[in-house]
């Protein structure tokens, strides 16, 4: 594993500085932190997190069965070969990331159980000062840096969603969201109910169901679900071959790439045609009747993401009895379980909301700029990374229809080519800021509903950042244009503003 005793930064009454100061251990921060070691040798930086070791969501999230549900030829740096089966689980993939910390010597540079309190921004220094406290000692400490990386990620660890029903507080069983699973929950013989109809019930329903007495997975609608097995046929065969691992990796990636370019394509321009391909995946596995009640979404395809389930293990499981699916409302809670709309109640020792989660913007930092507090909402988005009035920060929020780490590997580029410039420029400030032409733009939501509307994202639309109609203003969600325009950008367009 890591070191987990580097070295802590200084008392709160003497700041400890540094070039660069990345915000959070998980897959951005530590990739962040190796593109910065070998593209920026010689720039003294820190990795700070709250958790006691590297992996973000794949350390917190100890339900059964967590894994992947993006493949990891994309989901895996583009820079270390991926040589396991397609959907990793959380072991598999915190195993992966520790190789890319000891094989770089990143350790060092990791400080763990350092919580980010506030962050403020000095025009007078052009600095970041970080209040931080050490989680296991109570210590206050503080740092300096000339820029702020967040790669935080973008919800919250400490809590998951559950939506307020009418008398939870009646049922005499036990009510856990996955997010914060408990190691003495038993769920062994026992009647669980399942609510939620995602990646993540998708993942607990196999996972528990052959040590349940029954586990049922009711949701309000249904979801679009990707089954195929978790192998890849083309790494087999140049395994096969005796080709070498970094070909491999490099050519399953392009060609996975390709493959959900085609598929994202369809889904927006022929969707009736990408609904029944889909569909036609779980009529492998199960009844037509059960397909059409349960599995037929009323959305298009892609304006929630898909959930994969590997070999069908979700559809097995429904198959052979030990788990079963229950469309519909919520009416209350009830002593037994849950009471639907429909009259019908659902009994229950166990009720697990796998109902998503909460977008925490920036980390829940407070964020000051010259002693006025930050809202980010009153901030224009440039790219979906950087903002109007914050200067020498850049946020990393990855792609819902693709690899988180796809874009997480762009920015990080993009964050060490715009060091270099300013280095070259002798600046110590960069800033975005609206061109002339952009002054009348309409100012809209971070992300159009229209397009990619799931929950945690709606519910968190008024916190998050404004923006344009034009595409520097737009997080587009589209990788393929992504990998052509950022790494083309012009740093010295009149977007940005260096001092």
């Not at 070691?37 to 930086?45: E, K, L, M």
């Not at 910390?101 to 970041?128: F, G, K, P, V």
């Amino acid at each position: 594993m890591s070191n987990q005793n580097a070295a802590s930064g200084s008392a709160a009454g003497a700041a400890e500085h540094f070039d660069v100061l990345i915000v959070g251990a998980g897959i951005s921060g530590v990739g962040g932190a190796y593109h910065l070691q070998h593209q920026r040798p010689g720039t003294r930086f820190v990795v700070l997190d709250a958790l006691e070791d590297f992996g973000g969501t794949w350390r917190t999230h100890r339900y059964p069965g967590i894994r992947s549900d993006s493949d990891l030829y994309t989901f895996g740096y583009r820079f270390k070969p991926w040589t396991g089966p397609p959907v990793a689980t959380a072991e598999e993939i915190l195993l992966y990331m520790n190789e890319v910390i000891e094989e770089n010597d990143l350790a060092r540079h990791i400080r763990y159980r350092h919580r980010i309190d506030a962050a403020r921004w000095s025009s007078a220094t052009n600095l970041w000062t970080v209040e931080a406290t050490r989680t296991d000692t109570g210590e206050r400490l503080r740092f300096t840096t000339n820029f702020l990386w967040m790669c935080q990620g973008y919800y919250r660890h400490s809590q998951g969603y559950t939506p307020e029903w009418k008398d939870m507080d009646l049922f005499r069983g036990r009510i856990v969201h996955p997010q914060t699973w408990p190691d003495d929950l038993d769920y062994e013989d026992k009647n669980v109910l399942v609510i939620g109809s995602g990646a993540t019930a998708a993942t607990l329903v196999p996972a528990i169901a052959p040590k349940t007495r029954h586990t049922t997975l009711l949701q309000r609608s249904p979801t679009y679900f990707l089954p195929a097995p978790n192998r890849n046929e083309l790494a087999d065969t140049l395994r096969q071959l005796d080709i070498d691992e970094t070909w491999i990796h490099e050519i399953v990636r392009r060609k996975i790439l390709h493959d959900q370019q085609l598929l994202t394509k369809v889904c927006i321009e022929q969707p009736e045609i990408a609904k029944e391909e889909l569909l036609k995946g779980v009529r492998a596995f199960l009844p037509e009747e059960t397909v059409k009640e349960h599995f037929t979404p009323k959305y298009r395809p892609w304006q929630q993401r898909l959930a994969f389930v590997p070999d069908g293990d979700l559809f097995q499981g429904i198959l052979a009895g030990k788990a079963s699916v229950v469309t519909g409302e919520i009416d209350r809670f009830t002593e037994k379980g849950v009471l639907l709309q429909s009259g019908q109640e659902l009994e229950a020792d166990i009720i697990l909301t796998a109902t998503g989660f909460q977008i925490s913007i920036l980390g829940d930092i407070a964020f000051t700029i010259d002693d006025k507090p930050l809202d980010f909402a009153n901030t224009v988005t440039y790219r979906g990374m950087m903002f109007t009035g914050v200067p020498n920060l850049l946020w990393v929020f990855g792609y819902f229809r693709a690899s988180w780490t796809l874009r997480a590997d762009l920015l990080a580029d993009f964050v060490c080519r715009l060091l270099a410039q300013m280095q070259a420029k002798g600046a110590k400030r960069i800033e975005v800021a609206l061109r002339p032409e952009d002054r009348d733009m309409p100012l809209l939501p971070w992300m159009d509903p229209a397009n990619f509307n799931p929950g945690y994202l709606t519910r968190a639309m008024h916190l998050l950042p404004k923006r344009g109609d034009k595409p520097e203003w737009q997080h587009t969600q589209d990788y393929w244009r992504e990998k052509e325009e950022i790494p083309a950008i012009d740093l010295d367009g009149k977007e940005f503003v260096y001092s």
